[in-house]
């Protein structure tokens, strides 16, 4: 599909600040958006969580911007703006109406160049209060909401980047210190280590002259630690349960995935799509609607670049435990082994994904973010298309393969059942 | 050279933004639709709305309309269930259906390519859903497992209980969409059949659509694969009244909860051209932004929360202000209090600069609210549901402009009143019930789930 081409500059800066400019003229707005090549997965035990509350810290003001004055800014001017950070990257980003690119782009400068001269210890105690609260209200306090956190420290040999919560445990949370701060700014946040592209109704050689006005002048300071990791397997069942204060029981199963971009990883989320996806998928309808055992079905693969976690989810009906549930699973995979797929369930699967390729296309924040992920991940912004292909060209066989190579091996359970 | 960094950028001319053209015809007598072209990407996003929602819910059998909802595309036509919903997967058509206070509404988005089998489907669901009693079996007991669950999340307890009690727990607001447990039990499939019947198939209906299609061609595929029905209720409109109350803090017990989940707020009026711009300005200096008053004091100042807001929430014919947070457990009065603090503080006026921000900020940002398809959808809905004029977001920014610093004052002298507030918290009763019981006095009382007083 041409819709799906996306045409780019891209080049460095000398400081080693890499840029991706898309031009997108159909409605008045530019996003802005920047990927610092950091993640939790950067992280020690005993220190989890400081990538994500130095994301919080990066909005406390920087040497030219005082504090709340970055948002301030910003929604001043019309626009919205956020940061998020997953296991492998922390992401920034701003949409505005496009007359105001240069006010985000002195902005995101500002707090890459100029952030350690605005911080202080009122700053640093007030965001470890606001993000203890995100994880009190985001997982502690949430029904089945430590389930992720429980799963992916045993699941993941101990010290994978991945065997701790992005949002970190709230022991190390409460025990960062400026210096720990400071030291995470250094190490990190350096433009060689980051990726600003710009997407929207820009002006290619006026975005050109103010990246570099901006950005030009902060100095690279790269002390980069490589991640250690390896590929690895479950050596053996692991079975976990826990009784939480929930009506239904819950059960997790927990299986080794593959990395982003590996050959397999299409084929598992096609085969997960068919099994648990939607209402009309095998396990959904076996469970939910025919048997009546279950009160909702879901799997889902996450895929990053350390390897990956395949995680299938079913709540049970009032009453029920899951041991049922969890036998016609791994019927249902059976199943899948031995009889294969339809035509019209790959066809299926391939439509729904097809069409959210397409509509993924309405918002230039989205688009702006998925040309980051598609270069961090591959070196290459203009992927879209690819990406798609990936999926129509997988066939019942790999999708067969991907069941029997991954649907089998040992894995993780957790089982979360009602107190009473 | 070297760069002063000091110096706020400037922003360029501003470049042109066309506001998407809003095209309303009636197509037979009973379909009214609303259309805007849109060809940037090969997608139609098509929204059908009936006017009746869960507040038509009789007594005894609150959660009706919900229940229909759930269940009319549970197999239609030669479709069973499964069947239909794998007719709409191979579109890639995703397909979704809900009843709230005021509206049932049917949308989907598709690839263009799709459309027309797409409204084929969605007609042969209107016009002859199977409604099998196994079916509704099966849909009944989901809702009541749903309900069941609502017990799990201190966030939705809160908010239920929040929306009964402001409207004193009597008016048909105050009814949770979902409904009651009892009432769901008892509710059979001849109800939903004479719900679908009697009054969905009475109710009017509007049309949305925003997509890469001609207006004719939009009009001709209308005619052809939706069969329209007669709109035969008149519905009386009744608007909902204040109710001046002192302030009461309701408390629901959610046992080693965390954090307490806070709601304040009270009913305002309903939705109006007078009041609507300088209320959606004052809200934004208090508490509708991360900059606003409310966030910057409880979180960015005092460190309670990852979050507090305001809003004006306006139904069809009701309205009202809120705000909302959750925090540690331990500031809860604390937060309460502060909240309390900005709502009397507001009405005292804001400054001049709190004004331009707000006024820059809503203005600048209109054609944000206009870059996807379902965000143009939803404008156009919101004009629907509050019966706006066709020329309300042509004349939106210049509304906005034309409030003043006492327009705001007003506005927050009528709409804005922390002495008849209801506050209601959701958290551990052990910990946080001493906390209230000092607090400025308030009476406490104790709410279940629902804001059902216990006796």
Redesign the interface.
Known sequence: MD?LNINYEKYSLKNGLKVILHQKK????VAVNIWYKVGSSNEVKGKTGIAHLFEHMMFQGS??VP??KH???I??????LNASTSFDRTNYYE?????????A??LES?RMG?FLPALDQVKL??????????R???Y????YGLAWETIITKFFPDNHPYSWPTIGFMDDIKSYTLDDVQNFFTQYYSPSNATLTIVG?IDLKETKYLVE??FA?ISANNKIVPIQSSAFSLEKKITLSQKE????ERIYLALPSVEIFNENEVSIDILLDILAG???SRLH?KL??NL?IA?DVSAFQFSGKYGGVILFSVTA??GLTTQNIKQEILNEIDNVNNNGITE?EL??AK??????F??S????DILADQINHYDYYLNEPNSLAMDLKRYADTSIESVVNASKNFLTKNYLELVISPKK | M??D??I??????????LLPKIIEFKIGEFLNVHFVQKN????VRFGLISDVGSTIDPNGKKGLANLFSMLIDEGAGKFD??QL??QF??????LSIGASKDSCSFSF???KENFDRSLELLNLILNEPNFKEDEFK?EK??LL??I??I????DDIADLAFDSLIFNNTSSYSYPTSGYAENVESITLDDVKNFYKSIFLQSSINIVVVGDIAKEELENKIRKFITPWKSTIKKKSKNIFVVDTKTKIYFADK?????SEIRVGHITCKRNETDFYSNALLNTILGG???SRIN?NL????????GAHSGFNYYKNAGYFYVTT???GKFTSAAIKEILFEMKKIKKGVTEEELT?AK?????????N?????QIASNLTNKIEHNLSISYYNNYVKNISNVDNQMIKNSAENFIRPDNAVIMVVGDKKNILPQLEDLNKYEVIEVDNYGKIQK
Do not use: C
């Not at chain 2, 017990?151 to 201190?154: L, R």
């Open positions: 819709l159909d409605i008045p707005l040497l030219n504090k709340e948002f301030k800014y929604q001043e001017a019309g626009g919205t949409k505005l109406p496009s007359n105001y690119l240069e006010l782009l002195w500002d100029f105690d007030n965001q470890k209060g606001v993000v203890s609260n995100e009190l209200q985001r502690d306090n949430q029904p109704n006005k901006y002048e204060d929930v009506q239904l939607s209402k009309s309808k939910v609607h009546q009160q009906k009032p019209n066809l299926r439509n729904v994904i097809k069409s959210q397409v509509y296309l309405q918002n230039i | 070297t760069l960094r000091k706020i950028p400037k922003p360029n001319k501003q470049s042109r933004f940037n990407l090969p997608i269930s499964m919903k794998e997967q191979i579109l890639g058509t995703n988005l598709t690839l099966k007991d989901k497992t749903g069941q669950q017990k799990d999340s201190p046992k080693e909860s965390v954090q932004q991360f900059s910057l979180r960015e100042d005092k460190g309670y929360t990852y959750s925090v540690e921000f820059s900020s809503i203005i600048k940002r209109f054609p944000l206009f870059e996807t398809y379902g």
